[in-house]
DNA sequence: CACGCATTGTGAAACGTTTCATAGCCTCGC
DNA sequence: GCGAGGCTATGAAACGTTTCACAATGCGTG
């Protein structure tokens, strides 16, 4: 059914050799020749095998990475990213998703691993597959960490720095006049998640203010929402004045849940989210936010990636830290707050 | 560098075949053996080479899906569909984004053609690639065109009536008085986009009225707000007093970019999107938008894809169609316009 | 005219699996 | 005690490439 090479060969007169060499060294064979095998393969409907391709070459063309959550926006946009650098290499971006969870992300490298791709972009989930990552650098397969630092000096990563956005985040509020402020986000086990908690906290302590966690389940817009009704349901003197929350999908919930149990943003509270993704600025109170560079972050990681696959074993692994950035929307733009 | 089988059959002191049966038919080698293997197997940290087992199997485990824009959440959820029952069969899905692109569109069914992959979802940029996708098909493997009805009878599909959404939305505007309507979105060379429009202009027709076309480049809020800017700058005289965009992504743009233009929502111009994302009833002003199914649209297709994988040959192309739903929000709830 | 060299083409080996026909060994029933 | 038949294990073939050492051919040069 599926033509080979070796029909092809025949079909043009050719050996197997003159064939392979037509599909990858096309000036090592004589225009007429070449002219021949072209129309066979046509004629004929081939097209390349490629696990028998990767199976002999022992290197796949196949890039993979592995994201928290697809439908988060962020991640998206760093996908978006990464894919531009990937394919102008003549390379294949493959995504795939954890959803925050152990498990998956576990499977997912199993069977990258076996397909022994070129190289792995991840976010990891926590920090409980050290060990797997470990074997794929040691099969062979580079392995680049994205939006996420790594003590690990033999293993690339670009990061932004959380605990700077954390503060950022934090002394804006302070600035505001906020004293009571919480932080809506989870799980903390994920690094990002305790590195914006602890940034912020940081910041608060050096103004006297502690920083009061509501963990939630995942860092999505539903989860948002369950956030906002447990906070609605305080009462008003234990309230926060202000939310930090981990992430835009959970401030846009939070925002939605607040607005439902009657709180007004941003006069009863003050909200600030995190990532700047492009729905943030449409949002029914456009959010104050912590912007991240996602299209450069993935684009970065790629070029490292490929870079490190390029001259394989000699590399120089580096750690870039980009910076974030706090962009002011009407989230936080009420009336000052009293201090105290 | 990677043990292969040949050094864990020596390793347990068994033959070649005798490891592949541990792997494969656990239960056809005697419990005492497999143990020997299997300890062979995690001391020299063996992972099976996929490329080898592919090319001998003759079939792969992992499915792709193409989809037009990885940023736009409809697609996201209808991956997050689609993955669901994908690894529930114990396989892998690979998401690639042609853009709406042609050429990136092309460049991937043939990288995928050359992976054998276990079969296809697809939502195709246009009709350019029929013939491609036929090949797919003689080759054995199986086409699913998702958001996207087919007349075609060899192959399944799965879809959303859209020119039962455009009616929906049409209707509702003229409900609410409006005659002056205009479609944005583009490029109508996407099909999606074409029935849409013909739904909605088929219905103001019935009212005696009819659809300007404001074609744009992409379905993106870079392209919303662009739209938006040319609105604006019509006399008042002749602007339109409804707008229904393409999608969701095209109407939040607008609405940006109408309010910066001065422009009020729903009072200047109503609005209504397309898709019910799970941002459009948080925005500034919560969108009216046409529901799909949307995970219920990735699960279904992937699952006619596995069956027809499955038993390979005999196989009964159905064609599902949904129904879309119309959500009535803010953006189109202002006061009655005085018909005319 | 013979020699070396450049240009093309050849055929076999190798990549790491899975599969399949076969062989050895037991046990069971007669 | 012997043949039938069930378990296990074996080794070779096959999957479709790429690669590599080598052969054949033709050409210019001394």
């Known amino acids: 059914m599926a033509a080979s090479i070796k029909e092809v060969a025949q079909r043009a007169g050719v050996s197997l050799g003159t064939v392979s060499n037509v599909l990858n060294r096309p000036d090592a064979v004589a225009p007429q020749t070449r002219q021949r095998v072209l129309e066979a393969i046509k004629e004929l409907g081939y097209v390349r095998n490629d696990s028998a391709r990767q199976l002999r070459a022992g290197r796949s063309r196949t890039v993979a990475i592995v994201v928290l959550d697809v439908s988060n926006p962020f991640f998206t946009d760093v996908v978006r990213g990464a894919e531009t650098v990937v394919e102008a290499a003549g390379g294949m971006l493959v995504v795939c998703s954890s959803g925050e969870d152990a498990a998956r992300e576990r499977h997912h490298l199993d069977l990258l691993e076996e397909q022994r791709v070129r190289g792995l972009l991840i976010t990891p989930v926590g920090d409980d597959h050290h060990d797997r990552l470990e074997r794929l650098v040691a099969r062979g397969i580079p392995v680049v960490l994205v939006d996420r630092g790594s003590g690990h000096s033999h293993r690339c990563s670009v990061a932004v720095d959380d605990r700077l956005g954390g503060r950022l985040a934090a002394e804006h509020l302070v600035e505001c006049g906020h004293r009571a402020v919480a932080f ?130 000699d590399h120089d692994h580096r750690h870039v830290v980009f910076q974030p950035q706090l962009v002011v929307r009407q989230s936080t733009a009420g009336a000052q707050h009293p201090p105290g």
């Open 184 to 313: 809506v986000g989870g799980p903390l086990a994920i690094p990002q998640v305790a590195d914006r908690h602890a940034g912020a906290a940081a910041a608060l302590a050096e103004h006297g203010a502690d920083l009061r966690v509501l963990e939630t389940r995942s860092l999505t817009v539903a989860a948002g929402r369950q956030a906002a009704e447990s906070i609605c349901a305080l009462p008003p003197a234990q309230r926060p004045t202000a939310l930090f929350c981990a992430n835009d999908l959970l401030a846009l919930g939070v925002l939605q849940g607040l607005t439902v149990g009657g709180l007004r943003v941003p006069q009863d509270i003050a909200l600030v989210g995190y990532d700047d993704i492009e729905f943030a600025g449409a949002a029914a109170v456009p959010l104050t936010s912590v912007r991240q560079p996602r299209e450069q972050l993935g684009r970065t990681a790629a070029q490292m990636l490929l870079e490190e696959a390029e001259n394989d074993g």
